[in-house]
């Protein structure tokens, strides 16, 4: 009976180890930080949408500033996402580089004294 082959995400995440879960985390925070980037474009819409309403009077547009503030907040919790994405992700891809380093050097020296001689190149 043949033995079915992983796909490729899947062997990458059991090198991930004890670190698979920090992919997935990664990768929600990053899909967060992503939506919370676009609402800064929306809360200038806001903010433009209610200066045109108010046109000569600019006093009557008083939610301008809070749209502002809005803007601002969106933008920081934005970036601080995606830092707190980016860092668990490379924490994660730094353990499965380890991993896959050290299985390997394990399989090399399982080989035979012969095959290095056979097998060389150069």
Known sequence: MKQKKKNDIAA????A?????LTFLGLGLSAVSMVLSMAPYICIW??????????????AAREVTRYGWLAFAFAVAGIALYFLGLMCTHLA?????????KQGVAHVMNAPLGWFDANASG
């Open 12 to 15: 990458l995440l059991d090198y």
């Open 17 to 21: 180890g004890s670190r698979r879960g």
């Open 46 to 59: 806001l903010a433009a949408r209610d200066l045109i309403a108010a046109a000569p009077d600019w006093t």
């Open 93 to 101: 891809a730094f353990r499965t580089a380890a991993n896959i380093r």
